[in-house]
């Protein structure tokens, strides 16, 4: 008895908080329950009282039934004002005796309980006395669920929206005590098992209250979500086993203090090898959710949690982040509970070829994983294959005929998901047997054939993006290439035109002298060349060298001469630290630009200048000049030339140059007048300068 007694007032507690909260809750809200708001505050708060006696003084003490009493006439008058919430109380005569009989009835076992003095447990020595008492009881409970009935059946449709809820908070009140009563005037006896729980439907009862409250009419609908589900089946499966150890404790005191021992012992062994045995299973939570999904919820998955998961998948990152194709297989693996998965490509030929997996070391994939013909079967239609609808001899759309024998035959292998782009087969998940055996229904059809072209865009786009890098790269080595195309052209006119003064002046000694330091000169641009090309793509940094820009600029000057009139204005010279070789490219490429806009024998002037910062070169030509347009969007872009037969090459590489040597390149032109390029660049002094100053400033940072 003392472990009932424990039960009950547990559960009367409970019923006793949850009617309290609601009455509070109700009573600022309770015109919305219109006549019924006050009466249903006072049946709650008597519903409180009752529910604290019984949990105090135990469900069948002479306090508690009493109680009783007044919270069952309190629900009496509540169901009365009910009535009146469309006007029946006055239209319909037959509830006014009903209603006045039961409140008879209740008064009369009040009167009987007050007069007789001693608790219901005392009564359990006059049967006939327990068996009236029981039978008004029941009565009452009758009564009032026929109340309930027509209250709800005789009401209009807009008028039922409001009764629905009260009147299932007080049916399950009424049907508890129905059967309760019932066990009880059957038995002749109190049943201390059902009446410990009384307190659980009076909290059921009065939760029911709240939905008829709610502001909107989707706050009627109870809907749990799915983490809250699986808690609260966890908690009703520990509350199953306290009360199947509450039972064992009841039979140990059945059976006599002989077998007490060996009965515990053995109570103790099956509890604890049930536990272990359940608990840390797979399969059973597996189960579990798959059952309380179907039963508990319209949809099987929760989509909001599904889609903030998939996201977090996809979207990982970091130095310990696996790549995107496995995040893919796991993000949908996930969706269904799969515990590895595969995922295919199209290779050069169409046919599907492993490309990823995750947590599926074990299985064998053949190079060949799904032949073009299977490919161009997922691609065409699109169609989600359930490998095991498959083994069972089912082909709704010729899916068996795409099937390779290796996915036949590997048991573990569950699903194939077609990832499409815009109608393109971009991959297959290839996705494994969940840890519950089920097959898949609409509802996974549908999840999965969204998530599968979202992975598909996403992949697609990622393979968009590596061939977008690899074409950068292409395109930058395409203009390296340019670049030396455009050097070697500048060195096969000087061999033209060397070879073609060969042909005039080679028994000339000093000819022959110059043309030596000429094919020198031409030689050293090659290796030069051939340097710069050779570093393309590894990082090395350009050798610094500190030399005077006047002799530089004189080394250029001479390299035109018998080809081109290039004069220097001035030459005030200035120590500077750059690439000796690269500077002297920039400036035979600006050169050569400004003699190729020019006459023949119209003269390239040079004029070179420092101002104790830094020095200023100047390349003018009087030739045709450029449009502000062109100087502005298309002069230092690769391949854009002004000239018939040029590359559009030397400006760019000689902006370039400039810039590396941590100078600035500007041009001024106007169309018919001409050209004038103008090379900024930091003396040695300054650049060493600047260099400490921004050294320390990061160490002050």
């Given amino acids: 008895m003392a472990g009932w007694s424990v039960l009950a007032a547990m559960t009367h507690l409970a019923g006793a908080c949850a009617s309290a909260g609601m009455a509070f809750w109700l009573m600022p809200r309770r015109h919305k329950l219109g006549p019924a708001g006050l009466a249903t505050v006072i049946a709650l708060a008597l519903s409180v009282s009752w529910a604290i006696t019984a949990g105090a003084t135990g469900t069948e003490s002479a306090g508690t039934y009493f109680a009783e009493t007044l919270r069952n006439l309190a629900w009496l008058y509540v169901v009365w004002k009910l009535f009146a919430v469309d006007g029946r109380d006055l ?53 009032g669920l026929v109340l309930l009935h027509n209250l709800y059946s005789g009401a209009s449709k807009q008028a039922r929206l409001a009764l629905r809820w009260p009147a299932a908070g007080l049916a399950i009140l009424w049907i508890y005590d129905l059967n309760l009563y019932t066990v009880a005037w059957l038995s002749g006896d109190w049943p201390h098992a059902l009446g410990a729980l009384r307190g659980l439907a009076l909290a059921a009862g009065a939760l029911l209250l709240l939905p008829a409250l709610a502001k909107r009419r989707d706050e009627l609908h109870f809907s749990p979500s799915r983490t809250i589900a699986f808690q609260s089946a966890a908690l009703i499966g520990i509350a199953g086993y306290l009360g199947m150890m509450l039972v064992g404790s009841e039979l140990v005191h059945l059976v006599g203090p002989a077998y007490a021992s060996l009965l515990q012992f053995g109570l103790f ?6 536990a272990l045995m359940l608990v840390p299973s797979k399969r059973l939570r597996g189960w579990l959710k798959v059952t309380l999904t179907k039963h508990f919820f319209r949809h099987r998955y929760d989509y909001r949690s599904e889609w903030l998961r998939f996201a977090g998948t996809i979207g990982r990152s970091g130095e310990n982040a696996p790549p995107l194709e496995q995040r893919a297989v796991q ?41 073009a013909e299977g490919a161009h079967f997922l691609e065409r239609t699109g169609f989600i294959v359930e490998l095991d609808a498959v083994r069972a001899g089912d082909d709704h759309q010729g899916e068996a005929g795409a099937i390779p024998d290796w996915l036949h035959s590997a048991d573990q292998a569950w699903a194939l998901v077609p990832l499409l782009h815009y109608g393109r087969l971009v991959g297959v998940v290839v996705l494994a047997r969940p840890p519950h055996r089920r097959s898949l229904d609409w509802e996974d059809f549908d999840l999965l054939r969204v998530v599968g072209q979202h992975l598909a865009t996403t992949l697609a786009e990622h393979a968009s993006q590596d061939a977008l890098v690899e074409a950068a790269r292409f395109d930058e080595f395409n ?25 005039l002046h080679a028994d000339n000694p000093d000819f022959r002298a110059d043309m030596l330091v000429t094919l020198r000169s031409s030689t050293d641009k090659l ?6 090309l050779s570093r393309y793509g590894t990082g090395a940094p350009e050798r610094v060298d500190r030399f005077n820009v006047a002799e530089l600029v004189n080394h250029v000057v001479a390299q035109f001469d018998g080809r081109h009139p290039v004069t220097i204005v001035q030459r005030q010279g200035g120590e500077i630290a750059a690439s000796r070789e690269a500077l002297e490219q920039a400036l035979i490429h600006l050169v050569q630009n400004a003699v190729d806009a020019s006459q023949q024998g119209t003269p390239v002037f040079i004029d070179q200048t420092c101002d104790g910062l830094g020095v200023r070169i100047e390349i003018v030509d009087s030739g045709v000049g450029m449009s502000p347009e062109f100087v502005r969007s298309r002069l230092f872009k690769p391949f854009a030339s002004s000239k018939p037969d040029g590359f559009g090459i030397g400006a760019c590489e000689a902006r370039d140059l400039v810039r590396a040597a941590k100078g600035r390149l500007d041009v001024e032109s106007r169309e018919g007048l001409g050209t004038r390029f103008i090379i900024h660049l930091p003396l040695a002094t300054t650049a060493d300068h600047l260099s400490n100053l921004q050294t320390t400033n990061r160490k002050v940072a």
């Fill in 331 to 371: 993000a949908l693996s996930q969706i269904t509970d799969s515990e590895a998965g595969l995922l295919l490509v199209p290779d050069e030929g169409g046919d599907l070829v492993l490309s990823s997996r995750w947590q599926w070391p074990a299985i064998e994939v053949p190079a060949v994983a799904m032949p």
């Fill in 269 to 274: 062994i099956a509890a604890s090898t049930l």
């Fill in 479 to 503: 203009r390296r290439i340019a670049f030396v195309m455009h050097d070697i052209k500048n060195l096969a006119s000087q061999f033209g035109l060397l070879a073609r003064n060969a042909e």
């Fill in 91 to 143: 239209l319909i005569k037959q509830v006014r005796p009903v209603v006045a009989v039961l409140a008879a009835v209740e008064l009369i076992e009040g009167a009987l309980l007050v007069a007789l003095h001693r608790p219901l447990r005392g009564l359990f020595s006059q049967p006939q006395v327990f068996e009236i008492m029981v039978s008004f009881r029941l009565i009452f409970t009758i009564g």
């Fill in 527 to 532: 290796t030069g060349l051939i340097a710069r």
